[in-house]
């Protein structure tokens, strides 16, 4: 699905994918990307509910980068593991280190693998952090100094080189 300004706009437009590639009995998986602060959105809950009860073949992954535009993930959320909302909708859902790459990678394609085979839509959680504002002209004042700094030294780019010189052999993956 494409990109929308719409918060959570494209968490039905995946659902809908999903939908018409089961119809045409597709081997495809549609993915829908969104932050935090969308699982807070309606249509969110509705288009979990729907991809659970029809087991469309969709993942929905939630980039939890700690705040909804400025709102800190402890000021809208009373319960903080987003992934555990799956639990209302019968489907799984995981929580993963947003900022490591192969593990990101690996438990997409666990997920991938369950939708293609029929057992439905899986919700994951990446967790990671937002390094800049929410927009050219957020300041960042409402972040806790030095939190910035504790954060990008998980940079994910910096992970992945130091892993790639350690390995040298990437054909496992």
């Known amino acids: ?7 959570a706009g494209g968490i039905p437009l995946a659902a809908g994918s999903a939908l018409a590639f089961k119809f045409q009995k ?3 998986v ?7 602060g969308a699982t807070n959105e309606g249509v969110f809950h509705e288009t979990l509910n729907m991809a659970a009860l029809w087991s469309l073949p969709v993942i929905f992954i939630c980039e939890n980068n700690q705040y909804a535009a400025s709102t800190a993930l402890d000021k809208a959320f009373k ?3 987003i992934y555990k909302r799956a639990d209302a909708y019968g489907m799984p859902g995981v929580v ?3 900022n490591d790459v192969i593990a990101v990678y690996t438990t997409v394609h666990e997920a991938v693998n369950r939708a293609r085979s029929g057992q439905g ?3 994951v959680e990446c967790l990671t952090y937002r390094h800049g504002g929410h927009s050219r ?3 960042c004042t409402y972040r806790p100094k030095g939190e910035k700094e504790e954060w990008l030294k998980k940079d994910p780019i910096k ?3 130091v892993y790639l010189l350690k390995e040298k052999n990437l054909s496992e993956h």
């Open 1 to 7: 699905p494409p990109a929308i300004a719409i918060v």
């Open 26 to 28: 597709k081997d495809n």
């Open 30 to 36: 549609a993915v829908a990307f969104f932050g935090d």
């Open 79 to 81: 319960m903080k593991q």
């Open 96 to 98: 993963v280190d947003g």
């Open 121 to 123: 839509p899986t919700l």
């Open 137 to 139: 002209g957020d300041a």
């Open 159 to 161: 992970r992945m080189e």
